[in-house]
Nanobody, 123 residues
Framework: QLQLVESGGGSVQPGGSLRLSCTVS????????IAWFRQAPGKEREGLSC???????VHADSVKGRFSISRDSAENTVYLRMYALVPEDTGVYYCAAVADPLCLLRTNHFESWGQGTQVTVSS
């Protein structure tokens, strides 16, 4: 059974940074494309960053230059490093998996989801 567990969320001041982790089980990480999404209060879930099954990555324009995504196959974990955080980055962050090699930052492209981790950016 595919399982994804997010961790690393918390509260941070504007300008700060965080590293989120998505640890997967029940499947081999290299066989899947993994993405991070964010859902702010009262808004739809938004795709942020994606690491492809066969290499390469995609970032949404809203986070380019501030967020980076990487995967550690030995640890079965995908990381999202976030820098220069602003209050608009507040929300619940989810990771998601799909066996397709395409990185499409759309919720209906992904098959399995974690439960999310809360990130709050506030002074």
């Amino acid at each position: 059974q595919l399982q994804l567990v997010e961790s690393g969320g918390g509260s941070v001041q504007p300008g700060g940074s965080l590293r989120l982790s998505c640890t997967v089980s029940g499947f081999f990480l290299d066989d899947y494309t993994i993405a991070w999404f964010r859902q702010a209060p009262g808004k739809e879930r938004e795709g942020l960053s994606c690491t492809r099954r066969y290499g390469g990555f995609v970032h949404a324009d809203s986070v380019k230059g501030r967020f980076s995504i990487s995967r550690d196959s030995a640890e079965n974990t995908v990381y999202l490093r976030m820098y220069a955080l602003v209050p608009e980055d507040t929300g619940v962050y989810y990771c998601a998996a799909v066996a397709d090699p395409l990185c499409l930052l759309r919720t209906n492209h992904f098959e399995s989801w974690g439960q999310g981790t809360q990130v709050t950016v506030s002074s």
